[in-house]
């Protein structure tokens, strides 16, 4: 059910042609009364024609849906882009009656070329008249592009004796490596029916996607697309705005898309968690997680079963962090691998343990401070490099 | 004869047996008479021993010589491994009858493992009996890790009616983005019989090195043991403190021996150029040209034949550079394929150049001012994945 999860929310996917395979590749989300809205969007210099439209429109805080287009990503497509997106919003919100300004547009799939917005125009339509709340497990697969599987999350929590519930679709498996505003393509919906101020729904998605969108990486190559919106419609009944279990529902909903993000990653066979503490900062912290993550080198050594601690502290080397190597413990699946440069000699358990299969996790214990910071990536495959070479993002 | 080409220099390459090869794996260079020396090295927090032991040589600006041990790196080592370079450096002092401040060690390999300075002793020995004129050729192949080939370049030059020479070896195919200070596992050895006075030779070294070997990338892996030497022993009797010819051979030397270490790199099949120009700082411009050839889904679309527009600007536009997309004009083997967010249709004919094979160059007009840079790469194939998921590095 995804983002209809909630009560009060409606969503479609259709066929529009924009994907060479044929597939779903339109998304509608709409609620059938006001919400408010809540984003976070790419902070690349090159932002596609949706971010720059759905920005100002986000910060004004009000919206009911949103149109989305897979197969092509408007992005560097100059004015007649922007002029794309605004179209295509407003046929959406045309055809499901609602005010101009309150529905959005996003993309993603192809750089370069523009949406053929007069051959799409007719799928609109049809998703506005499709809308149901079936139709959230169709919008979900009608957003992804090289996803091999539609992520989706749901969570229901009890306020006052009422449930409020958060439901999520995300698409990305590719050019993933979020930095955004508050702080990929990194598509990211939320729906609720819980009643939040605008203001109080901007904090939660702000302190959310810090450490979930913004702490993965499956490539290291930002998007100019990476979106994040939550919308919230008050359906419930219920007042969440100071709400802590609102909060922790929407940071899991984002947390549980995040992780699915990087398990689907291209080429990807297994997740890699990079765990840092001990950082003389949490800026610290972040960098050295994040160079570590983004380490072609390790990755590729994770696909390879080879517990490569070298490549650990390489990449922890180039994060302009505070670093001291002799207080520097190492760690593989939880075997310490070498402490302050001194090996341990456990490299064979760290090597039995990999080839178990599953998760990764490295560990970087810095003994210079208490922050932390963690970051999720994959391993690095021959196939991503066979299927990068073929697709066109 | 690489470093042994110019006039007062000697080499060797022998068997120390740290490479499971067992192939060549200790190499030594020695002038015959004293000799000033300028360097460079890796920036990355967690320096390798060498690093550390000859960082305070070579600002001390005197050396005779270089003993060079590839197969372990001797790096996040600790104090012992501080304390083991040392000693080997020493031994190659005394085995040469060079004064022991004079004698510089560097090291290239796994990364984690210290070197076994007892069985490697007996092969100082070797090398410095066995240093001769043609020992340069042996050098160059027993500094390689996991290059498919020696790389060596020598240019001679005249000044006021006598020949100069500056001859260099390099090794180095993967770890590979150095970023030195005056500004990787890049090892870089120049040896020039030029009379140079140490501060000329420093400002020569730095000026050459930001444009040639930081301007270059693998991986995006910055190594903990990046290092260039550049050592004059005024053998040829010719003063050229401010020769610009010299400079300049310097340069070259540097710029072909870049050159061939990217051309080399791990599981590449072509060497990618980017050139940024119309940046509106020199700051922009560098870290622009370094995002896209950083970019592994670019690199894969080269090795793919794609002319992929859409990763180029996505890459550029996570450079934190000053950039309007309305003014860029992107293109690869010289067609242009968008101006402004405007595609020219013209993918094509990039294709076609593309499949020709050899380098592709890729284009970048920021519009914004006069400001250029230039990267070198290559591109990423499923060997590169392949061979680092078996190789320890």
Request: proline residues 5%.
């Given at each position: 059910m995804s983002v209809t999860a909630p009560k009060g929310w409606l969503a479609s996917g259709v066929r529009a042609g924009t994907k060479p395979s044929g597939d779903l590749d339109l998304a509608l989300v709409w609620s059938e009364k006001p919400a408010v809205v809540a984003g976070a969007f790419t902070t690349?210099?090159?932002?596609?024609a949706h971010v720059m439209v759905c920005r100002p429109l986000v910060a004004a805080g009000s919206a009911r849906g949103v149109i989305v287009s897979a197969?092509?990503?408007?992005?560097?497509?100059g004015a007649e882009g922007t002029h794309d997106a605004q179209r295509l919003a407003a046929l959406a919100a045309q055809a499901t009656g609602?005010?101009?300004?309150?529905m959005l547009n996003c993309a993603t799939g192809t750089i370069g070329p523009r949406i053929p917005v007069d051959d799409v125009a007719p799928a609109v339509k049809v998703a506005a008249d499709s809308?149901?709340?079936?139709g959230g497990t169709d919008a979900a697969r009608a957003i992804?592009?090289?996803?091999?599987h539609p992520k989706t999350a749901v969570r229901t929590i009890e306020i006052d004796g009422t449930q409020v519930t958060v439901g999520g679709m995300a698409k990305g498996a590719g050019m993933i490596a979020p930095r955004m505003e508050l702080q990929g393509t990194l598509l990211v919906f939320l729906t609720t029916d819980a009643d939040v101020g605008v203001d109080a729904l901007r904090a939660v998605v702000g302190g959310s996607v810090e450490d979930t969108f913004n702490a993965i990486?499956?490539?290291?190559c930002m998007s100019t697309s990476d979106t994040v919106l939550v919308f919230a419609n008050g359906a419930s009944g219920v007042?969440?705005?100071?709400?802590e279990a609102f909060a922790d529902a929407v940071r899991e909903v984002m947390a549980e898309l995040a992780y699915a993000v990087v398990a689907d990653g291209?080429?990807?066979t297994r997740v890699v968690r990079v765990q840092v503490s001990g950082a003389a900062s949490s800026e610290d912290a972040k960098a050295v997680a994040r160079e570590v993550a983004n380490s072609m080198l390790l990755k590729a050594a994770v696909w390879g079963n080879d517990p490569n601690m070298g490549r650990i502290v390489q990449a922890a080397g180039q994060a302009n962090a505070k670093l001291d190597p002799d207080k520097l413990v190492v760690s593989m699946c939880g075997i310490v691998l070498s402490v302050g440069g001194n090996e341990t000699g456990r490299r064979a358990e760290a090597e039995a343990l990999m080839r178990q299969g599953g998760e990764v996790t490295i560990g970087l214990?810095?003994?210079?401070?208490d922050a932390d910071a963690q970051y999720l990536t994959c391993d690095l495959t021959p196939e991503y490099v066979r299927f990068n070479g073929d697709y066109t993002t």
């Open positions: 690349s210099s090159v932002p596609s197969g092509i990503a408007n992005a560097f497509t609602t005010p101009a300004d309150e809308l149901s709340v079936e992804m592009t090289t996803d091999t990486t499956i490539d290291g007042e969440a705005s100071t709400s291209e080429g990807a214990e810095m003994g210079l401070g």
